[in-house]
């Protein structure tokens, strides 16, 4: 391997590090604020507060309805995880199996969700929902975020399911599989760690998915952040430790989702089993 030592090379790597540490250390310095800020009594033109407490933490749970508004968050998080699971890998591997007119065409809408701002068709689609009634229920939020995730299982889960031989199948059919057999022993192991992958970013999207859930959501069905935008920028006047104490919680969450699933899963098992496809 021949590396470039030139002026102008080593310049450009020197750019590049400095842009990636400014990057760095202004998100860590954000978060740093957020999190004093949310243990602080007063914190006005200094340094450092004047003194920490916790009392913003339970002001914030009870203030917010955070036990409810955390429950409400992970039954939805459940329920797009296992829907998106369930009708992504049927759908990717009809699509990976079989060759029919028009399935270009269908896979360029399945990712169109994908490709353009939630935004753009959130406010058809919430039309649409609160025409149904379905608007401002458990099952309107889940369907509003089942939108974009379901094309993403389908386009994680296609290069997995053409990787493995289709004499596979027919070999497990020759000895008699039926096809819940042949699922559940043979495809699944050998799709797992795709289907986990696929899940893990499907879990952490759902997390943050704003703007679906906010066109959708009612009073009992606000996920976490779509209570914490109303917690900033609803009427009344609420103390900013309290705001911030519940932000920091809603980081805290995600970090343990995002923890627990990365010991189940490596997300880069997506690269790798792409690039392992054999050629047709």
Do not use: C
């Not at 199996?97 to 994908?114: D, H, N, V």
């Amino acid at each position: 391997m021949i590396r470039d030592t030139t002026l102008g090379s080593k310049l450009w790597a020197a750019a590049i590090w400095f842009l990636v540490g400014f990057f760095v250390i202004n998100l860590f310095a954000m978060i740093a604020t957020v999190v004093t800020s949310s243990f602080a009594t007063r914190w006005l033109g200094t340094w450092l507060p004047v003194g920490f407490t916790t009392r913003w933490y339970s002001s914030a749970w009870s203030e917010f309805q955070l036990w409810d508004v955390l429950l409400v968050t992970f039954q939805v998080i459940a329920a797009v995880v296992f829907v998106s699971g369930a009708l992504g890998v049927t759908a990717a591997y009809a699509l990976a199996r079989r060759e029919f007119a028009g399935k270009r065409l269908l896979i360029l809408l399945f990712l169109l969700p994908l490709m353009i701002p939630p935004i753009t068709f959130g406010i058809p689609l919430a039309t649409v929902l609160y025409q149904t009634g379905l608007a401002g229920t458990f099952w309107g939020v889940v369907a509003a975020n089942l939108v974009p995730t379901v094309p993403f299982v389908i386009l994680v889960m296609i290069p997995f399911i053409e990787q493995i031989d289709p004499k596979i199948e027919a070999a497990a059919r020759v000895f008699g599989a039926n096809t819940f057999k042949l699922f559940i022993h043979v495809l699944l192991p050998l799709l797992l760690p795709g289907i986990l992958a696929a899940l893990l970013l499907v879990l952490v999207r759902t997390i943050a998915m704003f703007e679906l859930t906010f066109l959708v959501a009612g009073p009992t069905s606000q996920t976490l952040v779509v209570a914490l935008y109303y917690a900033v920028f609803a009427a009344g006047v609420r103390a900013v430790q309290s705001i911030d104490a519940m932000a920091v919680i809603y980081m805290v969450t995600t970090l343990v989702w995002l923890i627990i699933a990365l010991r189940f899963v490596n997300p880069t098992q997506i690269v790798t089993r792409a690039k392992q496809q054999p050629a047709h």
